[in-house]
């Protein structure tokens, strides 16, 4: 334990996602070592970030406007809606520039375990988006854990009475990956979306 305020500051560097006792220090050390005006820097862009950074008022991206880039974009097809957990999730499929559509961002994944249900998610605000009828396929891709499956199968019951083409990423073995190191389940999924070898 340190003294005062150099204490305070890895106690909230510690409660940064992914950020641990050491970890905190480590970076707390940093700052201290760090120029005056390193620090102001960063100070100033965590306030500026805070005060200009929202949420889009259509698909709960982050977005210094009120509509993000992507849902402003015209030329992205509006038939394919792809729904994600994690603000995150997006940036990793745009990496890919195979994904020319849409997004919806729930804002988490159903959690029991965490008190995280349907109605802490923005799942009704994804309902009036698939109303009028643009919207001919929904992609599920939430994460391949306990909690995406969850969500996944939620929303494909609340989904497929609509008449609407409900898909789900694809999963499996990575490329690289050893077949003796991968789990039973990723291994199962493999099996189960295997596609011909032509």
Known sequence: MYEGVVQDLID????LPGVGPKSAQRIAFHLLQAEPVDVRRLADVLIEVKARVKFCSVCFNVSEDEQCRICRDERRDPSVLCVVEEYKDVVAIER??????RY??????ISPIDGIGPDQLHVKELMPR???????EVILATDP???GEAT??????LLLPMG??????ASGLPVGGD??????????RAFAGRRSAQ
């Open 179 to 188: 077949l003796e190191y991968a789990d039973e389940v990723t291994l199962g």
């Open 12 to 15: 909230e560097l510690g409660r």
């Open 164 to 169: 609407l083409r409900v898909t789900r990423l």
């Open 104 to 109: 919806h961002v729930l804002g988490g994944a």
């Open 145 to 147: 854990n306990l909690e």
């Open 130 to 136: 698939l109303a009028d009828g643009t919207v001919t």
């Open 152 to 157: 996944a199968t939620y929303l494909t019951r």
């Open 96 to 101: 890919t520039r195979e994904f020319r559509g």
